[in-house]
T-cell receptor, first 113, second 115 residues
Framework: QQPVQSPQAVILREGEDAVINCSSS?????VHWYRQKHGEAPVFLMI?????EQKGHDKISASFNEKKQQSSLYLTASQLSYSGTYFC??????????????FGAGTQVVVTP | GAVVSQHPSRVICKSGTSVKIECRSL??????MFWYRQFPKQSLMLMAT?????????EQGVEKDKFLINHASLTLSTLTVTSAHPEDSSFYIC???????????FGPGTRLTVT
């Protein structure tokens, strides 16, 4: 089942912060975050494997709350290069779904000068 | 980082013809590759899971006779869209999971247009 992402879109000025949420109705094994620029393939940002885990990538970080079955992506001091559509991909806790991801609908981020 | 290539990057074909898309992991071995389809302004939808040396596993609603997948080696998987129709026009993306890590790497995608 597809995870739910929010918000659908956000417009930021350079230097502002934003949070993108991803929630699932099923227990999660892992959450992956990707960013996709228009016309290009998604680019892997980070993977979170453990409940409560937090990771960072430049000024982009994420948390994974296993109990709440959700993950949040934090864009801090946004840069113009952060513009794109962000997808979360979730992997659920069943043996036959290893590596299979369901992607959220995406959150479009536009960073303006 | 690991690189996955796709060929061709863009293809235009006539309705009724077949199109083959290649997905290669260039600097790592991938026991599992995935094929996704993405329609404009939509999310990626998993079509099938391709395991080296075995038959692909298709997601519900994906016709296995229409989308033929062959995973011939640890570095190559192919997707053949048979008897393509205009509604098959889409962005097809493959991904591969490296054996030595858990990260999933995406290919650059193939834009298919069926006229």
């Amino acid at each position: 089942q597809q995870p739910v992402q929010s918000p659908q879109a956000v417009i930021l000025r350079e230097g502002e912060d934003a949070v993108i949420n991803c929630s699932s109705s099923k227990a999660l094994y892992s959450v992956h975050w990707y960013r996709q620029k228009h016309g290009e393939a998604p680019v892997f940002l980070m993977i979170l494997l453990k409940g409560g885990e937090q990771k960072g990538h430049d000024k982009i970080s994420a948390s994974f709350n296993e109990k709440k079955q959700q993950s949040s992506l934090y864009l801090t001091a946004s840069q113009l290069s952060y513009s794109g559509t962000y997808f979360c991909g979730t992997e659920t806790l069943t043996t036959d779904s290893w590596g299979k991801f369901q992607f959220g609908a995406g959150t479009q981020v536009v960073v303006t000068p | 980082g690991a690189v996955v290539s796709q060929h061709p990057s863009r293809v235009i074909c006539k309705s009724g013809t077949s199109v083959k898309i290649e997905c290669r992991s260039l600097d790592f071995q991938a026991t599992t590759m995935f094929w996704y389809r993405q329609f404009p302004k939509q999310s990626l939808m998993l079509m099938a899971t391709s395991n080296e040396g075995s038959k692909a596993t298709y997601e519900q609603g994906v016709e296995k006779d229409k989308f033929l997948i062959n995973h011939a080696s640890l570095t190559l998987s192919t997707l053949t869209v048979t008897s393509a129709h205009p509604e098959d026009s889409s962005f097809y993306i493959c991904s591969a999971i490296a054996r030595t890590s858990y990260e999933q790497y995406f290919g650059p995608g193939t834009r298919l247009t069926v006229t």
